[in-house]
């Protein structure tokens, strides 16, 4: 089986010799998209894409194709393969305090194998099961702070599946609308859900209404935990076994790691017995935490007064990885990883856990 390493889209931009007339227009530059697959043996497959300037055969422009919005990005661990919610219109991300679904609704479920083969993955004819959040956000609830997005983009922030249960972040309908609800899978019509509090360092107050932005469930000193993060990035801890149905849980702050910034992605690794926890980001350096330091930090009463800077707390480690903008666990060996270059230049790469522990 051929494993693929990297992914590049490049484009390219050729002159005519002479204008190219039709009854839609003209042309005097041709612009060609250039697919190039590199596996795990260094070898490279190039492949083109030529839409139009604008649609014409088919919908598919050159602009549209390079305008692809990454909302989210989840790996099988059985099969490997990564599924991608994705949509158009980057140009229309306009603002580093948005995020994908602050601008458009990911409309397309792309699946790419390890072989580097890519198709768009229907749900018309998938099974599946559901289960109702209780009370979500309303529908029509402005933003607190965006004049053009609805509260309802945030109604759910992440999900995460973890022994039995799935957990979904986001925000309620209730006076303290950051809520965290779960619920056994296969689901049995039952959702608990829970409302939570933070005590945010850099803005020196509680907050009740700014959800979670990445979690994971998480062992330190043999109990459960929700490890959190949200906007302008202070890292909570809450113990699992507090999220009961209908209570209002206050985390612990274990440290303030950037202001300015939305955590992306929070991923477990492992390597040589060691554990860290790693974390992409929007406006900061991919970060890892070793899981000793997380456990120190737990064990202390958390911060609880205003930060002096805009960083305190849990020490972390910036690694290069400027532009991460998804991340997820691939094998025991690799994270998965989708990266916008300066260019604007989208590559999905694999990073080293054994560099990552370094």
């Not at 995020?99 to 599946?128: C, M, Q, T």
């Amino acid at each position: 089986m051929i494993r693929i390493r990297k992914a590049r889209l490049r484009e390219i931009v050729l002159p005519l010799e002479e204008p190219f007339h039709i009854s839609g227009g003209s042309m005097v530059v041709r612009r060609s998209l250039i697919v190039e697959l590199e596996d795990e043996h260094g070898r490279v497959g190039i492949g083109e894409s030529a839409p139009f300037e604008r649609p014409f055969y088919s919908d598919e422009t050159v602009t549209t194709a390079d305008q692809v919005l990454i909302h989210d990005m989840a790996v099988n661990p059985i099969s490997r393969n990564a599924y991608v919610a994705v949509s158009r219109g980057r140009n229309n991300w306009d603002s580093v305090w948005k995020l994908p679904n602050h601008v458009a609704n990911a409309n397309v479920l792309l699946r790419i194998k390890p072989d580097g083969s890519i198709d768009e993955f229907s749900i018309k004819n998938v099974s599946y099961a559901r289960a109702a959040l209780p009370n979500p956000v309303d529908l029509n609830q402005a933003h607190q702070w965006m004049e053009d997005v609805k509260q309802r983009t945030d109604a759910i922030t992440e999900v995460v599946y973890h022994d039995g249960h799935v957990y979904v972040a986001g925000l309620s309908n209730e006076e303290f609308s950051s809520a965290m609800w779960q619920m056994e899978f296969p689901f049995n019509g039952e959702t608990a859900w829970t409302t939570l509090e933070i005590f945010h360092g850099a803005h020196g107050k509680f907050e009740t209404k700014s959800p979670v932005r990445a979690f994971r469930p998480y062992q330190i000193d043999g109990r459960s935990y929700i490890l959190a993060a949200y906007l302008c990035t202070p890292l909570v801890t809450f113990p699992l076994d507090g999220l009961e149905n209908g209570q209002h849980v206050k985390g612990k702050t274990l440290a303030e790691l950037g202001s300015g910034n939305y955590p992306l992605d929070i991923v477990i690794a492992k390597y040589d017995g060691k554990e860290f926890v790693v974390m992409a980001n929007s406006q900061l350096p991919l970060l890892t935490i070793d899981a000793a330091v997380i456990a120190d930090y737990n064990r202390r009463d958390g911060i609880t007064v205003e930060s002096l800077t805009y960083t305190e707390g849990a020490p972390y480690t910036a690694r290069a990885g400027a532009g991460i903008l998804q991340l997820d666990s691939f094998n025991d060996k690799f994270l998965l990883a989708f990266q916008r270059m300066p260019s604007g230049r989208l590559d999905m790469v694999t990073l080293s856990i054994a560099r990552l522990a370094m």
